[in-house]
């Protein structure tokens, strides 16, 4: 289900590493708790952030989800296709749904990230609490 | 299992379908619906008089149809809405209770609706006097010292209410950055406290759901300005350690706010004043009967004690020592003017006259309101889980947890309610109980009231265990179905357009 | 209590079945400490004639037969019984917000109607269901200006309502947000263009201007839009008097309108409840505050309407809420719904042009009068300021004799502006009610000796 390849923030989000080049989305977990999204805020490229940052919002009709940065960016691409079809992100968000890409500025950031298996144990800790 | 009161549930109620369109669909040109007397000075050319950079001929798009084809139109739309004069509204902390009509034929009364703001004071002695009265009425009933009527609604006095001990705070050197909120409280509490400029930290609740009393000593310090706390709370259960809050507070030189939402427990009973509150609002349109009339207009009145005066929003009510009254707007420190003019006088004359009807005897208001939400509570309690087994004032919380192993929720069960001929009641608040059914039930109902209710609520649950589909579906009586809420939300459409 | 559907046998069997046998029982959870002892010290009971005695006679010591010219943020217009017999419908009156869609389709279908209008009126191309009021909206849209610039400057013209004005300060403050005020030409009426774009910066989230502006003067609102758009900073306008839209071209180029819609069919109720608008263009819907109505579908495909965009609301975000508002105006964008699907189109089109005429008409039979001429020189729509040779608050006080209530003494809002007065003047005054305020004013000016200082005094003004 979490492909094995990416790694995980505690607050849902993936992270892609290919080279310098990083890609950012938010997982399937936050994607099922959102409920059918209707709106995503996305900033525009050559933005930066450090990691724990808010870089965007996802929007569903009952909840208004930040987008934290899980590592420090900055921001080379943004996913254009979400604004007409923010369902995307309910349908494929590990692959379509990518939010943005950019340069990691440190990419020992990652290292504090979870790989898939310890995610898929934090999410099921999760669905017990709920 | 009692038997519903009337017939088969999807008889008990059903909502007129009249195909109506939207007002421009029926427009043609030429039709109107009023006319003026005539023209009685020399017409002037509107480009002449205004040039033509500024002239418009007309406004495009503005209904053009007859007199009889908006009393239709209007008409058949009501047919569609649910109402206080129908039914019960179950809806925890909204205070949906009858509204009275004499209310609305003197709020039209010549002399009153009337008048305008700026007309000279002497002339106005008959609408300050109602505002005065009305102002000692809502002292007598909060135990507090001061007030302001200005405030529209309860968000804009829980505002004006954060201002003014804002003030008071920046007048003694430190404004502060913090305002705690408990996680109980209604969403307008913490959007206020960031538009008045502070940090909002949330405060548990203990097991009995009330505030946690070791986890706001924690919290308070010098850098807090105020707790927004309501009472009783959102469960509907007395803070019966909000005397020792306050004392907490004052002791670090911080205030107590009350979110007067839930009055309706407490008029005649108890007094916020009484008991260590600084500033509090009151929502006339639940406790004091003004009508919600879809949404508004209402009128959030801000209390204060003393210390707090000075902050007061301008203009002030006062008297001169012939006993005339008159509004001071010299005030130095106050926190500012809130709105144009006074506030909302014809909700203001509303609620008067609602008050002036009771008198002393609101009390016994309050009691029914009470001795109601208790009753449903001893009705329903062994068909649906009650997450604080505890007697309750005027609301009372039960949780979608047993139904929830038939895959329903409180939503679900919500829209099957509109079934059975009832408003459903607040779904999913307070967000400390998931899966919440807040229900307040007021003292406008009656024994069969209450027992249609009950009967409607008990049938739901025995639906939720027999069959579950019937419920999931819900509602299958009301004019349409379920409405696709994602799809107005992705592409918004918020206006007709012309073809 | 006839408000109160119990006997006491009915309250005594209910609290038998909860096994109880007073109330009083249920108020155990009161610390002692924290009850009242004794009975409210409150007026009443009062039966229902009682209370409209009561009330009648509250009335009675107002202004009941007087005639009144103010205006000022408030106007006496044409109002129909029709809208207000379809107002106290229970299923309009009694209902709550439309949360629950679907048994509230008829409040949310006429707010669909009310929000297409108010785009129609103002040129927008989204209107919110309502604000509180004209000022509470002005001060909301120059937060929501500031939220979408991200700049914190805000450049709000003289010639705003003042009470509008201080209710911008009062939130601008709170937030700390710098407010500057730009003057108005003090022979136009106009805000002085020059004078605002000295003020407009990179820092400027908004230029804020009312028209037509509290003097009664249309403002050139193309003209502070490419001003303040030159500077990255929006235009909000402020309008106060709805129905010269009926005459006068929308704001189009504004980004966002404020706009007071007690005009179009609320009574003016000694100031409120009122209803104000915010309309703006779509691009900016999701940081403009208040509900939205949005037209969608059933599951079966039939048209219907729910609450939209509701994220941005205090019962979703809490503290990232655009506003803190909960409940809103909505009866009374009822009624202004109501109003105009009566008015129409036409019946607008006339309105206007009835207080084009009426207002021209007085002022040209004012002029007449030895020493009083219009202060302002640019276009005005149904109020004019008028100089006379002598303190408008004096002159008033003889037209009360008369029981007219005359033109609104500017003095007290511009330290300048003495011995000038705001005539307002709308489709209900009658030819002969202008001829009396006229007729009036010209035998005060006689009694006060006034008649032969003419000119002298006036020049002296400018």
Redesign the interface.
């Known amino acids: 289900m979490y492909p094995t390849n990416y790694k995980y923030s505690q607050e849902h989000e993936w992270v892609l590493l290919e080279g310098q080049t990083v890609t950012i989305g938010i997982t399937d977990y936050a994607q099922q708790s959102l409920g059918d999204v209707v709106f995503v805020e996305l900033p525009k490229p050559g933005a930066k952030f450090s990691a724990g940052q808010t870089l965007g919002t996802v929007e569903s009709v009952k909840a208004v989800s930040e987008i934290y940065s899980p590592i420090s960016i900055e921001v080379t691409e943004v996913n254009g296709t979400l604004a007409n079809a923010p369902e995307t992100i309910n349908k494929d968000p590990h692959g379509a749904a990518w939010l943005i890409k950019g340069r990691a500025s440190n990419t020992g950031e990652l290292a504090k990230l979870m790989d898939a298996k310890a995610y898929e144990a934090f999410v099921a800790e999760k669905a017990k609490e709920a | 299992m009692a038997e519903p009161v009337n017939n088969a549930p999807s008889t008990a109620t059903r909502h007129v379908s009249l195909n109506e369109s939207l007002i421009f669909e029926k427009s043609a040109p030429g039709k109107r619906g009023m006319e003026l007397p005539p023209l009685d000075v020399p017409a002037v050319d509107g480009d002449s008089a205004l040039g033509s950079e500024f002239h418009r001929e007309a406004v495009d798009g503005l209904p053009e149809v007859s007199e009889i084809e908006v009393i239709r139109h209007f008409t058949r739309l009501s047919t569609w809405n649910y109402a206080i004069d129908l039914g019960m509204y179950p809806l925890g902390s909204c205070t949906m209770k009858y509204n009275p009509r004499v209310n609305e034929f003197v709020a039209r009364l010549e002399g009153l609706a009337t008048e305008h703001p700026l007309q000279p004071v002497e002339l106005s002695q008959g609408c300050l006097r109602i505002l005065r009265v009305l102002e000692r009425f809502l002292l007598e009933v909060t135990g507090m010292d001061a007030i302001t009527l200005q405030p529209c609604a309860g968000a804009q006095g829980e505002y004006a209410g954060i201002a003014i001990i804002r003030a008071y705070l920046e007048n003694q050197g430190n404004p502060r950055k913090k305002v705690l909120v408990p996680d109980s409280a209604h969403g307008t509490n913490p959007a206020t406290a960031v538009t008045a400029g502070y940090e909002v930290l949330n405060i548990r609740s203990d097991a009995s759901g009330r505030i946690d009393m070791s986890h706001l000593a924690e919290y308070v310090s010098d850098d807090v300005a105020a707790l927004m706390v309501t009472n009783p709370n959102t469960l509907g259960t007395f803070e019966k350690d909000i005397a020792q809050a306050a004392e907490l507070l004052h002791a670090k030189g911080a205030q107590l706010y009350m979110d007067g939402a839930n009055m309706n427990a407490l008029a005649g009973i108890a007094r916020p004043g009484d008991f260590g509150v600084d500033v509090m609002h009151m929502n006339l349109h639940k406790t004091f009967s003004t009508p919600h009339g879809g949404g508004g207009p209402g009128a959030g009145p801000v209390a204060i004690k003393k210390h707090l005066e000075p902050f007061l929003p301008i203009p002030v009510l006062a008297e001169k020592a012939d006993g005339s009254l008159f509004w001071e707007a010299n005030r130095p420190k106050t926190i500012g003017r809130l709105r144009a003019f006074y506030g909302n006088f014809g909700v203001l004359v509303r609620a008067l006259a609602y008050a002036l009807a009771y008198g002393p005897g609101m009390v016994e208001a309050t009691r029914d309101a009470i001795l109601n939400a208790n009753y449903i509570r001893k009705k329903l309690e062994d068909v649906y889980d009650l997450p604080y087994n505890q007697p309750c004032m005027h609301e009372v919380v039960f949780s979608d947890a047993r139904q929830k192993k038939n895959g329903l929720n409180t939503m679900d069960i919500a829209k099957r309610l509109i079934d059975y001929g009832f408003h459903p009641y607040t779904t999913a608040f307070p967000l400390i109980v998931p899966g919440a059914l807040m229900i307040e039930p007021t003292e406008s109902e009656s024994r069969e009231e209450l027992d249609r209710f009950v009967a409607a609520m008990r049938a739901i649950a025995a639906e939720a265990e027999q069959s579950p589909e019937l419920v999931k579906t819900a509602p299958h009586s009301a004019r349409v179905g379920r409405l696709d809420e994602v799809g107005a939300a992705r592409k918004p459409v918020l206006r007709w357009k012309p073809r | 209590?006839?408000?109160?559907?119990?006997s006491n046998a009915?309250?005594r069997?209910?609290?038998s079945?909860?096994g109880l046998e007073s109330?009083e029982q249920?108020?155990?959870?009161?610390?002692e400490?924290?009850?009242?002892k004794r009975?409210?010290?409150?007026?009443?009971?009062?039966s229902?004639k009682?209370?409209?005695d009561?009330?009648?006679?509250?009335?009675?010591?107002?202004?009941?037969g007087?005639t009144?010219f103010?205006g000022?943020?408030?106007y006496?217009h044409?109002r129909?019984v029709?809208a207000?017999s379809?107002l106290?419908?229970?299923?309009?009156?009694?209902?709550?917000?439309?949360y629950?869609?679907?048994?509230?389709?008829?409040?949310l279908?006429?707010?669909?109607?009310f929000?297409?209008?108010m785009?129609?009126?103002t040129g927008q191309?989204?209107?919110n269901?309502?604000m509180?009021?004209?000022?509470?909206a002005a001060a909301e849209a120059a937060m929501m200006a500031v939220r979408l610039t991200n700049r914190r400057r805000i450049v709000v013209s003289r010639a705003l309502?003042p009470?509008?004005r201080?209710?911008v300060?009062?939130y601008a403050?709170?937030?700390?947000l710098e407010v500057v005020e730009a003057g108005f030409d003090g022979s136009t009426g106009q805000t002085d263009l020059a004078a605002t774009r000295g003020m407009v910066n990179d820092a400027t989230a908004a230029v804020v201007v009312q028209s037509p502006n509290f003097l009664g003067v249309?403002e050139?609102v193309p003209q502070f839009a490419e001003l303040a758009h030159g500077a990255g900073a929006l235009v909000v306008v402020a309008i106060a008097e709805a129905v010269a839209?009926?005459?006068?071209?929308?704001p189009a180029e504004a980004d966002i309108v404020a706009m007071e819609a007690q005009s179009l069919g609320l009574?003016?109720?000694?100031?409120?409840?009122f209803a104000g608008v915010i309309a703006t263009r779509e691009k900016f819907?999701?940081q403009m505050p208040g509900?939205?109505?949005?037209?969608?579908?059933?599951?079966?495909g039939?048209r219907?309407?729910?609450l939209?965009?509701?994220?941005r609301?205090?019962?979703?975000?809490?503290?990232?809420?655009t506003?803190?508002?909960?409940?809103?105006?909505?009866?009374?964008a009822?009624a202004v719904?109501?109003h105009?699907?009566?008015?129409?189109?036409?019946?607008?089109?006339?309105?206007a042009?009835?207080n084009?005429?009426?207002a021209?008409?007085a002022v040209a039979e004012f002029e007449k009068l030895p020493g009083v001429r219009r202060a302002f020189s640019g276009?005005f729509?149904n109020e004019a300021v008028l100089g006379f040779p002598c303190s408008v608050r004096i002159i008033?006080q003889e037209l009360?004799r008369d029981r007219i209530?005359g033109p609104?003494p500017l003095g007290p809002f511009f330290a300048e502006q003495t011995k000038r007065g705001l005539l307002c003047v709308t489709?209900l005054h009658?030819?002969q009610d202008?001829d009396r305020l006229v007729a009036a004013t010209r035998r005060a000016l006689d009694s006060l000796g006034m008649a032969s200082r003419e000119a002298v005094s006036t020049q002296a003004e400018r």
């Open positions: 209590m006839r408000y109160l559907p119990k009915e309250r069997a209910i609290l079945e909860l109330v249920l108020l155990q959870s009161i610390p400490s924290c009850r009242l009975p409210l010290d409150v007026p009443g009971p009062l229902e009682e209370i409209i009561y009330f009648r006679a509250r009335a009675s010591e107002n202004a009941a007087y009144s103010l000022a943020g408030v006496n044409l129909s029709v207000d379809l106290q419908r229970g299923e309009f009156l009694t209902s709550y917000t439309p629950q869609a679907e048994i509230s389709q008829g409040t279908q006429a707010i669909f109607e929000q297409t209008m785009c129609q009126l191309e989204v209107a269901a309502s509180y009021d004209g000022s509470t309502h009470e509008y201080q209710v300060n009062t403050e709170h937030l700390h249309l050139p839209l009926g005459a006068v071209r929308a009574a003016p109720s000694f100031g409120g409840p819907v999701r509900r939205l109505a949005g037209q969608t579908t059933d599951h079966e039939r219907g309407f729910v939209t965009l509701a994220t609301e205090q019962h979703i975000r809490r503290e990232k809420a506003s803190n508002i909960c409940t809103n105006q909505a009866l009374c009822l719904t109501m105009l699907s009566l008015l129409g189109k036409e019946g607008l089109r006339e309105m042009g009835q084009l005429a009426k021209r008409y276009p729509f008033n009360l209530i609104l489709e009658s030819r202008i």
